[in-house]
């Protein structure tokens, strides 16, 4: 198993711009989560999905944000609208039980 | 509503000598706790985690915790530190009937030679 992959690394953006970043989680976890990390913080959550299901989303969450796990395996998560603010690290982890594995991150820089 | 507390930002320390990150929890109910570092333009990588049983736990790389619960605590403490020792560590909480981790704010682990 090769842990969790989110893929872009990295994504420099206009503001304005849309951008959307996936996650694949490792197989047999059946939970997914999203969180924001910013400079000298903590991880923020963001949102989570047990199996394709949505169960909670984080009032961080605004309408410009939107995640999805089509058949409950790998997820997108999708900025409309970019802004400033939006530059951080984006982290995807998965679980099974209390074993969690996270993911390297995407940094998007909204420029 | 249960939260991590992370008191200390940055904890400068000789190496060779010995560390405590501390971490305070509020909550309601029983919870698990999670210790993780973070290298720079990294994931998060587990330490060690408490769900129950002894309230001494053990992790990788020499790091230990300690679960008090009359205090809410879970200090991370390594009894020797090395320069590469040096990273954000962040301690997580989370409990029955949600799963998701909540993080504190993280502490800065500076080992100086």
């Known amino acids: 198993d090769t842990g969790v992959s989110q893929d872009p690394r990295h994504k420099i953006t206009k503001r304005g711009q849309n951008v959307t970043f996936r996650c694949d989680p490792i197989s047999e976890h059946n939970r997914l989560y999203w969180y924001r990390q910013t400079l000298g913080q903590g991880p923020e959550f963001l949102t989570y999905f047990q199996n394709e299901a949505q169960l909670e989303k984080s009032r961080l969450l605004s309408d410009r944000f939107s995640a999805e796990r089509p058949k409950g395996s790998f997820s997108t998560l999708e900025i409309q609208r970019t802004e400033q603010g939006d530059s951080a690290m984006y982290l995807c982890?998965?679980?099974?039980?209390?074993?969690?594995?996270f993911g390297s991150g995407t940094r998007l820089t909204v420029v | 509503a249960q939260s991590v507390t992370q008191l200390d930002s940055q904890v400068p320390v000789f190496e060779e000598a010995p560390v405590e990150l501390r971490c305070n929890y509020s909550s309601s109910v029983s919870v698990y706790l999670f210790w993780y570092v973070q290298y720079p333009n990294q994931g998060l990588q587990l330490l060690l985690k408490y769900l129950s049983g002894s309230t001494l736990v053990k992790g990788i790389n020499g790091f230990e915790a300690e679960f008090n619960k009359s205090q809410t605590s879970f200090h991370l403490r390594k009894p020797s530190v090395h320069i590469s020792d040096t990273a954000e560590y962040f301690c997580a909480v989370t409990w029955d009937s949600s799963y998701k981790l909540i993080f504190g704010s993280g502490t800065r682990l500076l080992v100086r030679p």
């Open positions: 982890a998965s679980s099974l039980g209390m074993n969690y594995t």
